[in-house]
């Protein structure tokens, strides 16, 4: 069984930073690909960023790029989202993800079979 626990949002105010967690087993990280996503109120729930197996191979939404990076923390068994320059449009609730496959980017929802329960990030003008 896969299970999959967010944490680290919040409310912030634009230019700040957050760091999403996803803590998972350490078979579960090493074994799939791992995303994030955001789900705005009203809104579809998009890919934010994704990575592989290993670091080497990360993906993110263009309205992300430059601001965020996805990377692995072995040492807490977690895949990690540190968000910077945060803007109102990246408030939404944030979901952890996990499949075998990294391939596709990018993802939409159905392309993962395993979900944590989320982390709401508020981002005020």
């Known amino acids: 069984q896969v299970e999959l626990v967010e944490s680290g949002g919040g409310s912030v105010q634009a230019g700040g930073s957050l760091r999403l967690s996803c803590a998972a087993s350490e078979y579960t990280l090493k074994r799939n690909c791992m995303a994030w996503f955001r789900q705005a109120p009203g809104k579809e729930r998009m890919g934010v960023a994704a990575?592989?197996?290993?670091?080497?191979?990360?993906y993110y939404a263009d309205s992300v790029k430059g601001r965020a990076t996805i990377s692995h923390d072995d040492a807490k068994n977690s895949v990690s989202l540190q968000m910077n320059s945060l803007k109102p449009e990246d408030t939404g609730t944030y979901y952890c993800a996990a499949d075998l496959s990294c391939m596709g980017w990018p993802f939409s929802t159905t392309h993962f079979g395993y979900w944590g329960q989320g982390t709401q990030v508020t981002v005020s003008s």
């Open positions: 990575i592989g197996r290993s670091d080497t191979v990360t």
